[in-house]
């Protein structure tokens, strides 16, 4: 009589491969293709070319022939030969123009302002500096449009001009007299600052 310690043991039945288990960490192969770039438009590129080239020389025309008799005579009939009237038109499209652009161009050295927000910030100084730009390309240009708008003021708007040049130097000065107050506040209010927390 056999125990079970003498009892042969079976052999074990080998596993074939449909039921060998799968890992579950193998990612599925896929036959993509890698992406293809896409070939350059040159033709709509031409194209674009063209019409900012286009554009461009339309603007340099229309600001070298058209605005400067244009503005004159703007100025012209603001003033219309009076004398005190050009003083106080230039002094006050002199400082005004001078002072605003100033500020805003100031406000660049924010450091939470995104670049995107600082060239707005530079287009919309230059755009209210429009008028004294124009003004100074009227006296200093030497074109048939700047000399014709000379005439003009020289005849309509008299001493407009110059005293556009000191309301300009005013309005500089007016702007360097607020950033030397605001430093000035900012290094009083530290200091202030200084000492109540050394009490």
């Given at each position: 009589?056999?125990?079970?310690?003498?009892?042969?043991?079976?052999?074990?039945?080998?596993?074939?491969?449909?039921?060998?288990?799968?890992?579950?960490t193998?990612a599925?192969?896929?036959?993509?293709?890698?992406?293809?770039?896409?070939?350059?438009?040159?033709?709509?590129?031409?194209?674009?070319?063209v019409?900012?080239?286009?554009?461009?020389?339309g603007i340099v025309?229309f600001?070298?022939?058209?605005?400067?008799v244009?503005?004159?005579?703007?100025?012209g009939?603001?003033?219309?030969?009076n004398?005190?009237?050009?003083?106080?038109?230039?002094?006050?499209?002199?400082s005004?123009?001078t002072?605003?652009?100033?500020?805003?161009?100031w406000?660049?050295?924010?450091?939470?302002?995104k670049?995107?927000?600082?060239?707005?910030?530079?287009?919309?100084?230059?755009?209210?500096?429009?008028?004294?730009?124009?003004?100074?390309?009227i006296?200093?240009?030497?074109?048939?449009a700047?000399?014709?708008?000379?005439?003009?003021?020289?005849?309509?708007?008299?001493?407009?001009?110059t005293?556009?040049?000191?309301?300009?130097?005013?309005g500089?000065?007016?702007?360097?007299?607020?950033?030397?107050?605001?430093?000035?506040?900012?290094k009083?209010?530290?200091?202030?600052?200084?000492?109540?927390?050394?009490?």
């Open positions: 009589m056999t125990t079970d310690a003498h009892r042969p043991t079976p052999p074990e039945e080998p596993i074939t491969p449909d039921e060998q288990p799968s890992p579950s193998r599925p192969e896929t036959d993509t293709p890698p992406a293809q770039r896409r070939p350059i438009n040159w033709t709509a590129w031409l194209i674009v070319g019409v900012v080239l286009a554009l461009s020389i025309f600001v070298a022939n058209v605005l400067p244009w503005w004159a005579n703007i100025i009939n603001q003033v219309d030969k004398l005190a009237s050009g003083v106080l038109l230039g002094l006050f499209y002199g005004v123009f002072f605003f652009p100033l500020l805003l161009i406000q660049i050295r924010r450091p939470k302002l670049w995107p927000a600082k060239i707005a910030l530079i287009v919309l100084a230059v755009l209210v500096a429009v008028p004294n730009l124009i003004t100074l390309g006296h200093v240009g030497s074109n048939a700047a000399h014709n708008a000379q005439r003009i003021l020289g005849t309509e708007a008299t001493w407009f001009g005293w556009t040049a000191y309301g300009a130097l005013l500089g000065l007016a702007f360097l007299a607020l950033v030397v107050s605001v430093a000035a506040f900012r009083r209010g530290q200091r202030v600052r200084q000492l109540e927390a050394e009490k």
